[in-house]
């Protein structure tokens, strides 16, 4: 199984503060294969990035993907007050299916 | 609208089973691959099973593979899991989410919660 390890475990941000997660994947995988979710406390995940970089439906442009091989990033250009969730990261490039264990993102 | 709702959660005994249900609404169910997906609690996502749109494929995860049976209805929308040999480590909130072009897991239930305990 590719094992996606995804740093840091937490972050804690100001508002209008840049932020970057990353994940790197323990096997190589297509950057088309890499997504990423935000799950906001007591909901559940929702599509952010798919395919590296192409943002979902309704995503604001201050969150963005980037990489290639085994090593992606997100990031969140400036962060708001409602960007409050943890994220992970997600390959989808061979079965099983794995995901990061999470960022957590808090505001100071 | 996509909608995906689960049910059939509930409190079990460790060594039962349960079955749950997720019932699709708003796209051709028939056409699209499923997934399970869960989340103990306080921890992160776990993939759990995925069946192709046809039923022809099927894949789980290893801490589940032998007890847990992926299975869909395509003629009433509701994909299915049963799960056998319950244990305490399968405590989770279980998601069914429909899966993207590039396997990505573009639409999620809202979760049912299954604890097993005794």
């Known amino acids: 199984a590719i094992v996606l390890n995804q740093s840091p475990s937490s972050i804690i941000a100001s508002q209008g503060e840049k932020v970057t997660i990353t994940c790197r994947a323990s096997?190589?995988?297509?950057?088309?294969?890499l997504h990423w979710y935000q799950q906001k406390p007591g909901a559940f995940p929702k599509l952010v990035i798919y395919?590296?970089?192409y943002r979902a439906s309704g995503v604001p442009s201050r969150f963005s993907g980037s990489g290639s091989g085994t090593s992606y990033s997100f990031t969140i250009s400036r962060v708001e007050a409602e960007d409050v969730a943890t994220y992970y990261c997600?390959?989808?490039?061979?079965?099983?299916?794995?995901f990061g264990s999470g960022t957590k993102l808090e505001i100071k | 609208e996509v909608q995906l709702v689960e049910s059939g959660g509930g409190l079990v005994q460790p060594g039962r089973s349960l079955k749950l249900s997720c019932v699709a609404s708003?796209?051709?169910?028939?056409?699209?691959?499923m997934n399970w997906i869960r989340q103990a609690p306080g921890k992160g996502l776990e993939w759990v099973a995925y069946?192709?749109?046809?039923?022809?494929?099927?894949y789980y995860a290893e801490t589940v593979k032998g007890r847990f049976t992926i299975s869909r209805d395509n003629a009433k929308n509701t994909l299915y899991l049963q799960m056998t040999s319950l244990r305490s480590e399968d405590t989770a909130l279980y998601y069914c989410?429909?899966?993207?072009?590039?396997?990505?897991?573009?639409?999620w239930g809202q979760g049912t919660l299954v604890t097993v305990s005794s």
């Open positions: 069946i192709s749109s046809g039923s022809s494929y099927i």
């Open positions: 096997s190589s995988i297509s950057s088309n294969y």
């Open positions: 395919s590296t970089s």
């Open positions: 989410a429909r899966l993207g072009a590039d396997n990505w897991f573009a639409y």
């Open positions: 708003g796209f051709t169910f028939s056409n699209y691959g």
């Open positions: 997600q390959q989808g490039s061979s079965n099983p299916f794995t």
